[in-house]
């Protein structure tokens, strides 16, 4: 079954080349036990590393079961040593972090032999010789006659057809001795033993043939094998599987495990990159969520909107163009910057065609159907027409223009009316400051519309007492986070007085008490007079129209529409920004009112080259062809000219506001609005542009915050890279340490591959040490620094790590450590099995 061949063994130090086998040829039956005898440097260990496959020849032959072996790779010597070769040494090497029964079972698990079995077979091979009492015991834990026997039942575990005894009683006393050798004395009634030793009385006392070796030759053989016929060859069936990582894995593991300190300090180091990054990671996510969040929030406020006349934000960075010219010219001359040019670039007239109207209708209906099948919606499109609901809404006022508390009139008159009345009121020296009507009504808001979409209502507000109004007679009054609406407001309910007061810097005072009930509210009264009821002819010039005068609500036409308030919200504790103003809102339906009794139709009372439609027309040269005059209340009379479109006497859409659900919807309806002018044949007269003014801030906000990541990140991956290094040196410190366990594990059939896999798995674990102390240090300095942000800039939560961005920074430590540790795990693979076994 096995034969050498005049074996030849070289070993070539420098230019000198050591003879250690010397044309060796020696035949050996299947079963039977012999001694190799010889003394110390003969070659005899070189002999028996050669059949073992753990040294290779030089030249000649050995063949197992009549098959050559010089055509034999990496893999078939693996194969060979796993399933047919056992190894019993002097100093037993078994590996010190392992059991006895795991040392036992290690071959096993380079055959891919189930847990279960594993540990069958290991047991009862213990049994065997003797040891089933100390199955769990450290190698350490054991006398030399025991880790012997050990030694001899990790040999015996892959049942193999030959053991190789390297001098098996070299360190043990005379009566284990004879223990060893009665017990591999046994064993070779079945199987080939090769034992090399240098005690010629123990030779002949246990084995059954005697081979002497002196300087490389074979000068002895005390019953030398000449086969009767030419064995033929078999083919050896027998393919080693590699080992499993999780094997990998638990070996490396148990190694580390006795050494938790150094593993500790490793793994922590290696950690302080993944904590920098993290710490960036999650302060960048926080940032950004916030960033969002207050994109998100302007939505409402700041809406996409299409306007007869828009400005281009996004333009803007054409004004700070460089204009190519060198800085600090030397020539006598002034060149022209086209800074108007650049102005006008910006500026856009738009044409709210029915088309377009309908276009992006007819998506914004598409996409709320398909968010109805989720209970929700994405898009609400709201049109303006050009008039200001403040001027066609009546309310009972309270005036007191004396200093006479009890002398106070009631009057009805337009909303708009009285927040020009406040403005009028301002005393010359803050009048200079240049406060107007629009400076009082975008400041102290009174009336608003409230979107045709009550799910994005209910989104934002709660409903505080009452119910939503949903008919064109209803109105909300909206409070804020505080409970609290402008005293304005109020007044305009009619439960505060309107007070003149000479000695107040403002002229203007807000009389009665400031606290109300939900019931003084709801209910409260204003009235909508249509154009044809509130404007009349004048006796003097039939061309020219007055605004009736009601001093009291006694002297309210019948014509008028009563509208209530008829529910009271507040926005909700987790919105910034909500749809609505402080103050009063109304339907869309009520706006859809003002049109249908106010839209001019009469085109033969034009003047000749008007038409309708026309949003520049205006009345004092079209319309009602001269100027209306208001009748302003006690201060006197005032002329204003007003457009048809300011009466609520067109129809053309003049505003359209854009609300999303989120910011991606609101990016898909940007894309969606771009197609439009992309259109082919599409004219630039006939393109519409819209105008996004959270646009150009967020962008720039996001990538200022995009950039210092990325700066953070780099400069932090240094330590990363620094730690990986140190890893990659720790990973060699533990390949010197571990040399005589890599000899072990090539000795009973490990590849370099599965050396190589055990490192590997070994930076693996560090790895993910590494990457799990740093996220979860992470998670805990995050507490810390969410509380003094918050107690500084009163940002909640500015500092969050997603648990994907956690598990992908584990990932990274692992694949680092992994590609630190790959040198010297290949420089483990590649060490010679002979020299590792003689390592200390």
Not at 275 to 300: E, M, P, R, W
Not at 525 to 552: G, L, W
Request: with cysteine; aromatic share 8%.
């Amino acid at each position: 079954m096995l034969e050498l061949n005049n074996i030849v063994k070289n070993y070539y130090v420098g230019d000198e080349v050591v003879e250690a086998l010397k044309g060796v040829s020696i035949k050996f039956r299947e079963n039977e036990f012999v001694s190799i005898l010889g003394p110390s440097g003969c070659g005899k260990t070189t002999l028996l590393n050669i059949i073992g496959g753990l040294d290779k020849y030089t030249s000649g032959d050995l063949i197992i079961n009549g098959v050559s072996t010089k055509n034999y790779k990496d893999k078939d010597w693996d194969t060979y040593r796993n399933h047919s070769i056992g190894f019993v040494f002097q100093s037993y090497n078994l590996i010190p972090h392992q059991t006895v029964v795991e040392n036992v079972e290690l071959a096993l698990t380079l055959s891919g032999v189930s847990k279960a079995e594993r540990k069958k077979l290991a047991v009862a091979a213990l049994e065997k010789v003797g040891l089933e009492a100390k199955i769990n015991a450290r190698p350490n834990q054991l006398s030399g006659g025991q880790m012997q026997r050990v030694a001899i039942a990790r040999a015996l575990i892959n049942n193999p057809d030959i053991i190789l005894a390297d001098e098996p009683t070299g360190a043990l006393d005379t009566k284990t001795s004879r223990q060893i050798m009665d017990l591999l004395k046994e064993i070779s009634k079945d199987k080939l033993i090769i034992m090399v030793t240098h005690n010629p009385e123990l030779a002949k006392q246990y084995s059954s043939r005697i081979i002497e070796v002196l300087d490389g030759k074979v000068v002895g053989d005390s019953m030398p094998y000449e086969p009767e016929a030419k064995q033929e060859a078999k083919a050896d069936k027998k393919q080693k599987k590699s080992m499993s990582f999780f094997t990998a894995l638990a070996l490396s593991l148990k190694n580390l495990l006795t050494k938790k300190a150094r593993t500790v300090l490793t793994a922590f180091a290696g950690s302080i990159g993944i904590i920098g990054i993290a710490l960036i990671l999650a302060l960048s996510t926080g940032f950004t969520a916030y960033v969002n969040k207050l994109q998100a929030d302007t939505l409402s406020v700041y809406p996409v909107t299409v306007s007869e006349a828009t400005i281009d934000i996004s333009n803007f960075e054409k004004l700070l163009e460089d204009t190519g010219l060198d800085k600090y010219p030397k020539v006598k001359e002034v060149y022209t910057r086209k800074m108007f040019e650049s102005l006008t670039s910006m500026l856009s007239q738009n044409n709210i065609s029915e088309e377009y109207q309908n276009f992006v209708k007819d998506f914004a209906d598409k996409e709320n159907e398909k968010a109805a099948e989720k209970d929700s919606w994405k898009y609400c499109i709201q049109k303006s027409y050009g008039f200001d609901v403040n001027d066609f809404l009546f309310s009972e006022l309270e005036y007191n223009m004396t200093l006479d508390p009890n002398l106070k009139i009631k009057s009805v008159s337009t909303i708009d009316y009285l927040v020009s009345m406040i403005k009028d009121g301002f005393s010359p020296m803050v009048n200079g400051t240049g406060v107007t009507t629009d400076f009082v009504r975008s400041y102290i808001p009174t009336i608003t519309e409230m979107p045709d979409n009550l799910e994005l209502l209910k989104s934002q507000y709660d409903l505080l007492d009452g119910k939503w109004a949903e008919k064109e007679d209803e109105l909300i009054l909206v409070v804020d986070s505080k409970n609290q609406v402008s005293d304005i407001t109020l007044a305009l309910l009619g439960i505060r007085s309107i007070e003149s007061v000479s000695f107040n810097p403002l002229g203007v005072n807000f009389g009665g008490k400031e606290t109300f009930d939900f019931d003084e509210i709801i209910g409260k009264e204003f009235y909508y007079i249509p154009n044809s009821v509130r404007y009349t002819k004048s006796s003097t010039d039939d061309k020219t129209f007055n605004e009736a005068y009601y001093q009291t609500v006694n002297n309210l036409p019948e014509e008028k529409t009563v509208l209530k308030i008829t529910g009271i919200v507040r926005i909700r504790e987790d919105v910034e920004s909500g749809v609505l103003s402080n103050g009063i809102a109304y339907t869309s339906k009520f706006v859809e009112k003002i049109l249908n009794d106010n839209l001019y139709l009469d085109e033969s009372e034009l003047p000749d080259g008007v038409t309708l439609g026309s949003p520049k027309t205006e009345i004092v040269k079209a319309a009602l062809s001269g100027d209306v005059t208001v009748n302003s209340g006690f201060n006197g009379m005032i002329s204003e000219t007003l457009s048809t479109a300011q009466l609520g006497g067109s129809d053309n859409v003049t505003k359209l506001s854009f609300y999303s659900v989120d910011y991606k919807s609101k990016e898909e309806l940007k894309d969606y609005l771009d197609t439009w002018n992309e259109k082919d044949g599409m004219e630039e007269k006939d393109k519409v542009h819209y105008s996004d003014q959270t646009e150009m801030l967020f962008s720039a906000l996001n990538t200022t915050i995009n950039a210092v990541k990325i700066v953070l990140i780099a400069f932090t991956s240094i330590s990363l890279v620094v730690s990986s290094i140190m890893i990659g040196i720790i990973t060699y410190i533990s390949v010197l340490e571990r040399i005589k366990e890599i000899g072990i594990l090539r000795a009973i059939g490990a590849s370099k591959l599965d050396v190589s896999r055990v490192f590997n798995a070994e930076t693996l674990i560090i790895g993910f040490a590494s990457g799990m102390i740093g996220i979860i240090l992470t998670y805990i300095l995050t507490i810390p620094t969410n509380i003094i942000v918050k107690s500084l800039a009163g940002v909640a939560n500015v500092a969050s790590l997603p648990i994907l961005s956690a598990l992908i920074l584990v990932l990274i430590s692992m694949i680092l450590t992994f590609i630190s540790g790959l040198i010297p795990a290949r420089i483990a693979a590649k060490k010679d099995p002979v020299e590792a076994l003689r390592s200390d």
